[in-house]
């Protein structure tokens, strides 16, 4: 971690609650927050929302039926599930409940079927059901032929986590919450409380202190680092498991358009062969424990593994029209359950560890799980009058019906200019989305905003147009545009400043 | 919406679309509209900055702006109307186009005949899922190309160059020239792919390491690229273990391969062949789909612009014929109206010279009965044609009327046939 | 004088023959593998005096682009490239700018002009 200078350990606020990671679950948490009349900071390291294990998941929506029963994580997927979908249309967030399907292979698999169907039944999943192997080729007529069963979780689908992390933290913003980005934690404020309590004040980073009755860490990958600092370790916690994926062309033929997942193993719920909610066919992810947390690389071995794992699902997979390959990493523990509790050692603390699979459609049980160690902190919740959970998302050119597009083009002129063609993302959105409540500053929050860049060119035609608007309307020179985090700049100086000796 | 309608509409403006453009105002069409999405005429050539282009048409050695201009020029002599900065967004088998820009907002160009000139993208690291980081810093030459030579930013200091095509091996020379250092340019084949006279002056000249036989195998750096790994590759271009080599570096410059660009000729209904990745186009350049034809890049790869430049003359010539050929026709038929207590006729539209072929049939119904004799009469701008006794007439009964070849004279020219019904006296 | 052999690849046309050229310092005394008599003509030159064009671009002032594309007229002598690219570095000019304007007039003291490639119109 950072050094700690003087000028960082000077108050700059005081609020009731600060959450620590501006991530999937931190923004959707932030958004519950405020409801109630609360001061609440939520701050991240980077200079955009969600670019940890956020931007690089498999986007599923998990209907339960495999966190086992009587865990935290299986008892807030259900529940969460629930929430996620009424949640995405309060948030204007695109999400398809288009059911999921484990697959069975063998005779091993099917019996693993049948695990997995009383434990989804004991806890409540709806709608859980085996169907035959003829019927699965009939809804998937790619799988392999010698599927056995699948089994049918009509509850699960597919969402677009960017787009969530951006909505919730846009819709916290809106109804009060105070977002800081590049502010790193590297430290809290703690003072004695009692005998076996000690209390945590605030959190001191590189913009200064904040102080705050409650402080809830959210921070992904990095809540080791948080924890350590107070002295909370779980022995059997791993630090980062990487996920590797390969995502196809849209328009590639014989493309699947289901969620198949494998028959999970104790560590991984396998790889996945399915479609993200644009239309793409993904396959993924790998599970690779690794110590270094910074490591997003592809390895080679990976993706032979990717291929391998598909081809078992779907034999006549070919692999052309692969457009790109990426890796996300997520932080886990063996015991594989969230951890989500106010540590006994401490008073106004919360923590949250271990939030990997099913993350993203417990994040609003998780939400509401929060806001109670919250309230058992002592602080009161009183609901705001005017709190307005409906936030709508700024138009999507492509979406749009000619006439609509024309409307839009005599509204604001810079809607007649296409920056990306592949995924027709016009210069009017790019420069809403750089002046929107969660601002997008670099060339990956507008990629995650817009989907600009992920089409079949992978931003060859758009990145110098994106440069260009950027410079622009932040004021930067060019140079100083940056991809995703600090020096992450795209040039490098003018063609005709060149350095001595040139 | 701004409607609109051409003889031609050619959709590009590179040394394809310049030269249809041209060679359809030559050959006598008269809108002829060319549709650029960038913010000048010229195409790729613009920011090909470099010479070697008109070799054999103009049997001179110059840049591609230079070469770009000679056409912009005589586009502009000719009378070719441009529509630049404007973007097409759908193109339908009728040849519609929908096109967005600032000024106008969206455009429907109705267009007799259309030239697909949009030429090739660049094949993404993606595609090749070359493993390791995903930094900044890793660029196709051509988005190099564009950012060194019109936006005026280098995008690294010390390149790795994979490919040696001649995008590739052109870039490894500006580069150099604006002060750059190229540290290694790596080929998967056994031989260089661009042409030999680049080797020469592009990578020999100024002492560029090539590495053939090799490919790159990692990307590292998290935030901007620091080095690349390169491997070399066997027979089946598979990297050999143990054979790894750390490039250090700040960019990796990708020159791998140009894919037609034909996302609006699917679109259009137009079939691709596999094997180039663009239309299947006969002789005179025209698609499956009437009317639509292709030219240059968008057809397959080219190696000189020269050949590009014939390909769009010979589209657009005949782009322009027939677009000449359906102004002909529609100026020839005649509309067919409903008159007096008649309810529809079929056919809507007549071409008065199918009588040279057969007599040609009217079918119509009327509105309300009469119990009656009536006249039927046919006329052309309001001078009779023909007029046929009929004892009553019903809606429920169809009624047919034949024109014959002697009919001809009192038709041709007419802009309105119509049908009426008068009762006798 | 020694007697060297040198190999070449002419980049007359497209074709690229591999020349093998003895030559005695400056002089050329034999060419082999060429397929015309303008690989011969190219050796020659490459040898005596090898050239080549150059090929860059200038800074614009008030240009509806920030550079603009600029040759030789002729090629020049290899050992003078990176110099005169150097002063090009130096130029600035005033848009609007009109095609074949003069840049850098007899480049270097090689009698040569450095010219634009295209007419640049002044920013909007």
Known sequence: MEEIKEEYKEVKGKYDVIIIGAGLVGAVIARWLSKYELDILLIDKEPDVGTGTSKANTAIVHAGYDSPFGTLRGKLVVKGNRMFYPMCEELDVPYKMCGTYVVALTDEDMKTLERLMENGRKKGVPGLEIISGEEMRHREPLINPEVKGALYAPTGGISDPFALTVAAAENAVMNGVKLMLETKALDFVVEPFSLHKKRVRGVITNRGTFLADVTIASAGLYCDELMEKLGIKYDFYVRARKGEYYVFDKAKKDSVHTVLFPCPTPITKGILVTTTIFGNMILGPTAYELQDKEDTSVRPEGLKELREGAKRLVPSLEMTDVIRTFAGLRAGGYLHDFIIEAPAKYWGFINLAGIESPGMASSPAIAEYVVNLVREQGLELREKKNWNPIRKARPDFSELSPEEQARLIKKDPRYGRIVCRCETVTEGEIVAEIHAPVPARTYDALKRRTHLGMGRCQGSFDTPRVIEILSRELGIPPTQVIKERRGSNFLTRPTKEVPEGG | MLEKRCDVAVIGSGPAGLAAAIAAKEAGAQDVVIIERDVELGGILLQCVHNGFGLEIFKEDLTGPEYAYRFIERAKEVGVEALVDTFVLDLTPLREIYAINKRDGMIKLDARAVVLAMGCRERPRGALAIPGFRPAGVYTAGTAQRLVNIEGYMPGERFVILGSGDIGMIMARRLTFEGAKVERMIEILPYVSGLRRNYVQCVLDYDIPLQLRHTVTFVKGHDRVEAVVSSEVDENWQPIPGTEETIPCDTLLLSVGLIPENELSKKAGVQLDPLTGGPYVDETMQTNVPGIFAAGNVVHVYDLVDWVTQAGYLAGRHAGEYAIQRRKESGRRLRVVAGDNVHHVVPHVFDPLSLEREPQELQFRVRHPVEAPVWIKVEADGKLVKQKKERYVRPSEMIMLKLSPEDYDKIAGARELSVRVEEKE | ?124
């Open chain 3, 1 to 124: 004088m020694a007697v060297e052999t040198t190999k070449l690849i002419c980049i007359t046309c497209p074709l690229g023959c591999e020349l093998k050229v003895t030559h005695e310092g400056k002089r050329v005394l034999e060419v082999e593998g060429h397929q015309c008599k303008r690989g011969v003509e190219y050796a020659q030159q490459e040898i005596s005096d090898p050239r080549r064009m150059i090929i860059t671009t200038v800074r614009v002032k008030g240009g509806f682009h920030a550079l603009v594309p600029v040759r030789s007229t002729e090629p020049v002598p290899k050992a003078k490239i990176f110099p005169i690219l150097r002063k090009l570095r130096e130029v600035e000019l005033k848009a609007p700018v009109e095609m074949h304007q003069v840049v850098l007039a007899n480049a270097e003291g090689t009698g040569i002009d450095v010219v634009t490639s295209r007419p640049l119109p002044a920013a909007n």
